[in-house]
């Protein structure tokens, strides 16, 4: 593995991973159907890596930690912000979101891809998006983004989310937490820092630590 999984990446499970330990009754099923984890924000434990099972609704979600050795591949937003969704679900409207956001990040120059439903059913194949969801992207941010250009790619984005009839939710990912970028838009005012040992606000993001 070039890298550690980082937040949001799915992990594919090898064949032969053992069960997670305490899992409610619908994680087996869950992972028969679709062997697929994201890895969480989280301190790791020891080598195990800190991961997320989801199920058929929203309230089944399971966290869980995974060793090294049972990942079978790893599928980063990056990845998957190019690969297309079953020809007969490609109108959803967050799929339809998904494409039209592609040239407005791009022309900012950021790496970015689809998390949350949208990049689960892109990696697995397995239909998690529905007509009411919203999008979820995440933006790497490793320097810092100006607040100018936080803005106006906002604005942007949100258009775009209206012209689809649907939601977007945009994480920025800097080196060590994330944040939502409709919050950091608004210029003065301190957003909310997700960290691995928990939330803090801060004005610049990646001057905390």
């Not at 969704?85 to 490609?90: C, F, K, T, Y």
């Not at 960290?195 to 905390?208: S, Y």
């Amino acid at each position: 593995m070039e890298r550690a999984p980082r937040p949001h990446d799915l992990l594919r499970l090898a064949p032969g991973a053992p069960p997670f330990t305490d899992a409610p009754a619908w994680v087996a099923p869950a992972l028969s159907r679709a062997p697929f984890v994201v890895v969480r924000r989280a301190p790791r434990s020891g080598d195990a890596i800190a991961v997320g099972v989801r199920g058929g609704v929203r309230s089944e979600r399971f966290g869980a930690w995974l060793e090294p050795r049972w990942i079978g591949e790893v599928f980063t937003p990056e990845n998957l912000r190019t690969r297309a969704p079953d020809s007969a679900r490609a109108s959803l409207p967050a799929f339809v979101l998904l494409r039209a956001v592609a040239p407005i990040i791009d022309a900012h120059g950021l790496d970015w891809g689809p998390a949350g439903s949208a990049g689960f059913e892109l990696a697995s194949a397995t239909p998690a998006i529905t007509p009411a969801s919203d999008l979820d992207i995440v933006v790497r941010a490793p320097v810092p983004l100006p607040r100018d250009a936080a803005s106006s790619l906002s604005d942007a984005l949100s258009r775009a989310a209206q012209s689809a009839d649907t939601r977007i939710d945009v994480q920025v990912e800097t080196p060590d937490a994330a944040f939502s970028l409709a919050e950091f838009a608004r210029a003065g005012v301190r957003v909310m820092l997700r960290h691995a040992d928990g939330p803090r606000l801060a004005i610049d993001p990646w001057a905390a630590t």
